[in-house]
């Protein structure tokens, strides 16, 4: 039942259409998830651009190394900052707070409706409870 409710949940906060730029929080908590994105999954188009807005100090953003489509480069925000990115390559973007990443503070952006690197996503080693997060996230994408 807990896994329902959980996955609900993800699915109600992480649905999103396509659509132009958005912003994702970085938060200490939200509902009774403590360290948490606001958005777990986002879909966009290609050229859009996510912002990331520091909310709480002590987050940052970092693209997890094996979790981008190819030819894509690291990015790591610094801690406490807002920050942003526009995407020009379509496929799945895992992302996580650095300092958080065992706590579960991670996410996904999908590009263009491009899933084509999923299996390079499932293949990442996930920390802690991320984990258990990444496997329902990856199940809904």
Known sequence: MKILITLFFILFVSHSAFAADQTIEMLNKLAKENMVFSKKIVKIDIGDTIFWK??????????????????????????????????????????WCTPHKGMGMIGFIVVGNDTSNLDDVKKIKYQGKAKKIAEVLISSL
């Open 54 to 95: 520091s909310t709480k100090p002590g987050h940052n953003v970092e693209f997890i190394k094996g979790g981008v489509p190819t030819g894509v480069g690291k990015f790591r925000s610094a801690l406490s900052k807002d920050t942003e990115y526009k995407f020009e390559v379509p496929g799945i973007y895992a992302y």
